[in-house]
């Protein structure tokens, strides 16, 4: 059990809520146990009680009472978390001490939870504290968040911001009536694509079924979701699509697909199973969606930039063998 100890709040964190500050402060505390320690006034800002919306600014003195933190929140020494900071020292595609950027592979999560011990942002943040098993491959300071998601099993560019001010620009860039990023996908299709460029919007609802199963629905009570899909190659067993995302709802790209009539091979929530064990058969075994490229404005110099991370060579293998024409995409 720890003792009472006072949390000095930086540049970091300066403008975020209570509780998601005490979530990151405190790993492997329950979130029913950080809400009841603030609603007894156990935790305390400048000597004063608080909510989990309160707000912090620099300089607030947080009060953390004694509190028992799982020994199993301890990553530093978690042999498949070491291997996997080892992997993606060598997936960064840009970093500086505003932005990360990285080529996730596929099957690995961007972060820990429903089971999972650790993804992409735990790994980051053990390279980031400097521990004593890993050389830090990265510059810039240790504060480290996504600032937005991929499937596990999608891979490509995954943006991450290394300080708050940058984490709220960039996700301003993407969301809202002032969107300016813009995010590209590759995407295998089932089937002939008909005609040019189409653009999808309809409403996405996160929905759970009666087996605990989490999906995406369209649903006049969701979320305005929109996408254009542009063909690159086509044959009567798949088509190659670039697939822009004009919002960002989760499983958009995949759903948008569905809506189609299209579903992307290997998609075993939403697509086809018989086309599944077609694409099987060519030796695909992931889902065939790469985020292949992404551009933003740099939060601090405002300077345009695109990054772009190349189709994986399984993939560029997968659509050569069914004698789709990937040479516009080689190296996007």
Not at 39 to 62: C, F, H, T, W, Y
Not at 308 to 324: D, F, N, S, V
Request: hydrophobic share 40%.
């Amino acid at each position: 059990m720890s003792e009472v100890r006072y949390v000095e709040v930086e540049t970091n964190h300066s403008g975020q809520r209570l509780d998601n500050f005490l979530k990151t402060l405190l790993k492997g505390v329950p979130s029913s146990r950080i809400y009841r320690i603030i609603r007894k006034g156990e935790v305390r800002i400048n000597q004063g009680r608080a909510q989990p919306s309160s707000r912090l600014q620099i300089g607030d003195m947080v009060r953390i009472p004694p509190i028992r933190q799982s020994k199993s929140s301890d990553l530093s020494t978690n042999p498949l978390l070491i291997r996997l900071a080892q992997c993606l020292k060598s997936q960064v595609i840009f970093d500086d001490d505003a932005i990360l950027i990285i080529n996730k592979p596929a099957g690995i999560a961007v972060h820990g939870g429903s089971g999972l011990q650790g993804g992409v942002i735990e790994a980051l943040r053990l390279q980031a504290a400097d521990s004593p098993l890993l050389a830090p491959p990265f510059v810039g300071p240790a504060y480290l968040e996504l600032v937005h998601r991929l499937d596990r099993q999608t891979s490509g560019c995954l943006l991450l911001a290394r300080s708050r001010a940058a984490l709220l620009n960039l996700q301003q860039q993407m969301g809202g009536s002032k969107r300016s990023a813009t995010k590209h996908y590759l995407a295998l299709l089932q089937g002939c694509w008909q005609g040019g460029d189409r653009r999808v919007s309809c409403r996405l609802r996160k929905n759970q079924l009666l087996s605990g199963e989490r999906m995406v629905i369209v649903s006049d009570a969701g979320k305005i979701a929109e996408s254009l899909f542009s063909p690159i190659s086509c044959s009567d067993i798949g088509s190659l699509v670039r697939i822009e995302l004009l919002s960002g709802r989760t499983h958009q790209a995949r759903v948008h697909a569905v809506v189609c009539g299209a579903p992307i091979a290997g998609d075993e929530k939403y697509g086809n199973h018989d086309f599944n064990c077609l694409m099987q058969g060519y030796g695909l075994h992931r889902l065939f969606l790469h985020a292949s490229s992404i551009h933003i404005r740099h939060p601090v110099t405002g300077k345009s930039m695109h990054f772009q991370a190349p189709l994986p060579t399984e993939l560029q293998h997968l659509i050569t063998a069914m004698g789709l024409d990937c040479s516009a995409i080689m190296g996007h």
